[in-house]
Nanobody, 122 residues
């Protein structure tokens, strides 16, 4: 079983920065993708950024140029550096990881973090 532990959320003024971290632990055989999603009150969960094991990154249009996703593959950890934060970035941010767990035959997994609140004041 793979567990994700997130950290780094908080309250920041508009224009400020935050860095989120998400560490995956457990019997991980390999990781395919790591990503961040967010869900604002009354809205659906949406993709913020994804990074593959090869380092390819994709971003939602709303965060391009402001957010940067990165990963430390040796630590099974993904980061999200958020700059120039706006009030509309306020949401609960969730980490998502998928890959293979170690077993007699490696099998797929997909896990979600518990979520971390990011609040941007105007």
């Amino acid at each position: 079983q793979v567990q994700l532990v997130e950290s780094g959320g908080g309250l920041v003024q508009a224009g400020g920065s935050l860095r989120l971290s998400c560490a995956a632990t457990g019997s991980i055989y390999s990781i395919n993708r790591m990503g961040w999603y967010r869900q604002a009150p009354g809205k659906q969960r949406e993709l913020v950024a994804l990074i593959t094991s090869g380092g390819s990154a994709n971003y939602a249009d709303s965060v391009k140029g402001r957010f940067t996703i990165s990963a430390d593959n040796a630590k099974n950890t993904v980061y999200l550096k958020m700059n120039s934060l706006k009030p509309e970035d306020t949401a609960v941010y969730y980490c998502n990881v998928d890959g293979l767990v170690a077993d007699f035959v490696p099998r797929p997994f997909g896990s979600w973090g518990q979520g971390t609140q990011v609040t941007v004041s105007s």
